[in-house]
C-alpha cells in the first residue's frame, strides 16, 4: 500500500509507502495527514514508529500521523479480539470505517467490532451486545500526539455500521449509520424495523458522551405535565386489531411516559411503536 500527496497543480509534493492495509486518510490545516486501516501483528511504519498489533494472525487497525513531508511521527493500534478461539470470523473481528482530523490536530475514528476491543491509554475495552456474526460499533478520539482520549461503544439488538463522522467547532461530532431492530445510544435508544435496515444520526459530546433531548409530555398550554390521569393515548399502529392503551404517566423527572394497557393483549401492544399521547 501507498500514500502520496499532490501539490495544487496535480504534482507530487511526496510518496510514502504504507507496510499495512490503509483505507481512509484526512488532512489537517498544516498539510500533516493521518491514515487509518488495518494491519497484522507488530508492523513497523519507520525507525520511530513501530504499530503493536494482535500477533495471533488476528487483525488489528491503526491509526498513524505522518508529517507534511510524509514522514511517520506516532502510531497506535485498536486490537479486536475474538474469544474462546472461535472461528467463525477469522481473522474479521475489526473493522475500519471513517476518521477525521480535527482543528486542534486531535483525531477522531470510528469502525464495527465482533466480540470484544480494547483501546491503549485509557484502558477501556467494549464487548459486543450480540455474539455471533453481528457487531457493535465505536468512536474513540486521540489526542495530537496519538493519546487515546476517550472511546464509546454503540449496540444494536441485531447489527449497526457507522458509515461515516464529521466534526463541529466546539468539538462535538456527529455520526451516521444504519441499524437493524433497536439502537442503544449512551442511555436513549431508537426502534427500527427488523430485518430492514434503518438509517441514524447521533451527535457526540466533545468529552465522548450523548446528549439525550429530554422528551416530556406537555399539556395544552405548553407546560409539562408530570402526572397524566385522564389523557386519550391514540395508537397509530397498523397492526390490524391493536389495542388503544388505557392511560400514560410521565416519569418525575419527565424523561419517560409510562402506559399501561390491559394484561391480556400485552403482546399485541406490547409489539407497537406507534403512538401519540393527547392531553
Do not use: C, M
Amino acid at each position: 500500500y501507498f500514500a502520496i500527496s499532490l501539490e495544487a497543480d496535480g504534482t507530487l509534493a511526496w510518496g510514502q509507502t504504507v507496510p499495512a492495509e490503509v483505507r481512509a486518510v484526512d488532512i489537517f490545516e498544516d498539510n500533516s495527514s493521518v491514515l487509518y486501516g488495518k494491519l497484522e501483528g507488530n508492523t513497523t511504519f519507520s525507525d520511530s514508529v513501530v504499530v503493536e498489533g494482535n500477533t495471533d494472525n488476528r487483525n488489528s487497525l491503526f491509526v498513524v500521523k505522518a508529517d507534511a513531508d510524509g514522514n511517520y511521527i506516532w502510531g497506535k493500534p485498536i486490537r479486536g479480539e475474538i474469544s474462546n478461539g472461535s472461528s467463525l470470523l477469522g481473522d474479521q473481528n475489526i473493522e475500519r470505517t471513517s476518521i477525521r482530523a480535527l482543528a486542534d490536530d486531535s483525531v477522531l475514528v470510528a469502525g464495527h467490532f465482533w466480540q470484544t476491543i480494547a483501546f491503549d491509554d485509557i484502558n477501556q475495552a467494549f464487548t459486543a451486545a450480540q455474539t455471533g456474526s453481528k457487531k457493535d460499533s465505536f468512536v474513540a478520539k486521540l489526542s495530537s500526539n496519538g493519546v487515546f482520549e476517550w472511546a464509546t461503544q454503540i449496540s444494536a439488538a441485531a447489527s449497526e455500521v457507522i458509515n461515516d463522522i464529521d466534526s463541529y467547532a466546539d468539538g462535538s461530532s456527529i455520526i451516521t449509520g444504519f441499524f437493524d431492530e433497536r439502537l442503544t445510544i449512551g442511555d436513549a435508544f431508537l426502534e427500527g424495523r427488523s430485518g430492514r435496515g434503518d438509517l441514524f444520526a447521533a451527535k457526540i459530546n466533545s468529552d465522548g458522551g450523548f446528549t439525550i433531548p429530554v422528551n416530556r409530555v406537555i399539556d395544552e398550554s405548553g407546560n409539562p405535565a408530570e402526572s397524566l390521569t385522564e389523557e386519550v393515548v391514540i395508537n397509530r399502529s397498523s397492526l390490524s386489531g391493536s389495542p388503544l392503551f388505557i392511560s400514560a404517566a410521565t416519569s418525575t423527572d419527565g424523561t419517560k411516559v409510562i402506559l399501561t394497557y390491559d394484561e391480556d393483549l400485552s403482546n399485541q401492544t406490547a409489539a407497537t411503536t406507534a403512538f401519540d399521547v393527547t392531553v
